[in-house]
């Protein structure tokens, strides 16, 4: 049986919430705040996620209203000028949450 979780402070109605800190999301999001952005290859050796889950993240700040733009995109070029294992996309976050 797992250790019993520590019992949660109640909050007062209409209080706001601390964050936490310390998370992989606020890493991520660190990371595209930089003036060079960050790429998948950069997310996903920061926090060790699969590339889906930090596509899937980057799609969900988006949905709560952050402005993910593109800032470079890497092409690594293959036989016959296929793009080629190796090329990759770097985002940046330009605005914060709206509204």
């Known amino acids: ?5 520590p019992a949660r ?3 007062q109605p209409g209080a706001s919430r601390t964050p936490r800190t310390g ?4 890493t991520i999001l660190a990371l595209l705040c930089r003036a ?15 590339p889906h889950t930090v596509r899937g993240f980057l799609a969900g ?3 709560r209203g952050f402005e993910v733009v593109v800032h ?10 296929d ?8 985002y940046r976050v330009t605005a914060g949450p709206v509204g």
């Not at 998370?23 to 606020?26: I, W």
């Not at 470079?72 to 000028?81: A, E, I, L, S, T």
């Not at 793009?83 to 770097?90: D, H, I, N, P, R």
């Open 23 to 26: 998370t992989k999301q606020e």
């Open 9 to 11: 402070h109640p909050r």
């Open 72 to 81: 470079d995109r890497v092409r690594q070029v293959g036989p016959g000028k």
């Open 61 to 63: 700040l988006k949905k």
């Open 83 to 90: 793009g080629a294992k190796g090329s990759y996309t770097v």
């Open 1 to 5: 049986m797992p250790p019993a979780r």
């Open 36 to 50: 060079d952005g960050a790429s998948g290859p950069n997310m996903i050796e920061a926090t060790g996620w699969a």
